[in-house]
C-alpha cells in the first residue's frame, strides 16, 4: 500500500524474472522475487546462476511450495533439489525457515545479515507456529529445540515441525 509501484508482474516467465530483479540488483535495489521452487530456482536456474550469483547481485530469491508439500499438484511441481541445486552456486545464501515466525526473521535476515544472492525456501502448507521472536536468527547456524540422549534428529524447513513431533 506505500510503494505501490515497488511490484513488478512478468508473468509466467521465471527466467526473464531473474533476469529483471539481476538488473534491479546492479543498479542498488534489493530485489525479492518469487514462485513455485520447481520453477524458481528449478527453470530459471541458469539465470539465477549467470547473472545473479556468478555477479553476487543481492538478490532475494523465495521459492515456495518446496518439497513434498505440494502433493495435489503433482510430481511437475514437488521441488525436492532446489537446496542442492542452489547450495552449489557461488555467492549463495540458502535460508530455510520452519515457520511463519522464521520466514519473517529469515527475510529480514536475507537483507541485514546477506549482502549477495539468498534462496529462502518454504512448504505449502501450514505448519504450527512454534518458534519465537525472541530466538536469535543467525544466518548459517542451526538451532536446538530438544535436547536428548539416545537419538539425534536432524530437520529443515516445514519438516522441523513434524521432526520435533517424532521426538516427543
Not at 502433493?71 to 557461488?90: F, K, N, S, W, Y
Not at 512448504?123 to 525472541?134: H, I, L, M, Y
Not at 529445540?145 to 537419538?151: A, M, P, S, V
Request: net charge negative.
Amino acid at each position: 500500500k506505500q510503494f505501490p509501484d515497488r511490484f513488478v508482474q512478468v508473468g509466467i516467465a521465471e527466467q526473464s524474472m531473474a533476469s529483471v530483479a539481476s538488473g534491479m540488483a546492479a543498479m542498488g535495489k534489493i530485489p525479492f522475487f518469487d514462485s513455485y521452487a520447481a520453477f524458481s530456482p528449478g527453470r530459471n536456474w541458469e539465470q539465477i546462476r549467470t547473472t545473479i550469483a556468478y555477479n553476487d547481485t543481492n538478490c532475494k530469491i523465495i521459492g515456495g511450495h518446496a518439497g513434498v508439500s505440494v502433493g495435489a499438484d503433482g510430481g511437475t511441481h514437488q521441488a525436492l533439489e532446489d537446496i542442492a541445486i542452489m547450495r552449489v552456486l557461488p555467492n549463495m545464501t540458502v535460508l530455510s525457515p520452519c515457520d511463519a515466525t522464521q520466514t519473517r526473521l529469515a527475510t529480514i535476515a536475507s537483507v541485514e545479515q546477506v549482502s549477495g544472492p539468498a534462496y529462502i525456501r518454504f512448504g505449502r502448507e501450514p505448519v504450527a507456529d512454534f518458534t519465537s521472536e525472541n530466538l536469535p536468527f543467525e544466518v548459517g547456524k542451526g538451532q536446538t529445540f530438544k535436547e536428548g540422549k539416545d537419538i539425534t534428529i536432524i530437520a529443515t524447513g516445514h519438516m522441523a515441525w513434524e521432526a520435533l513431533q517424532a521426538a516427543y
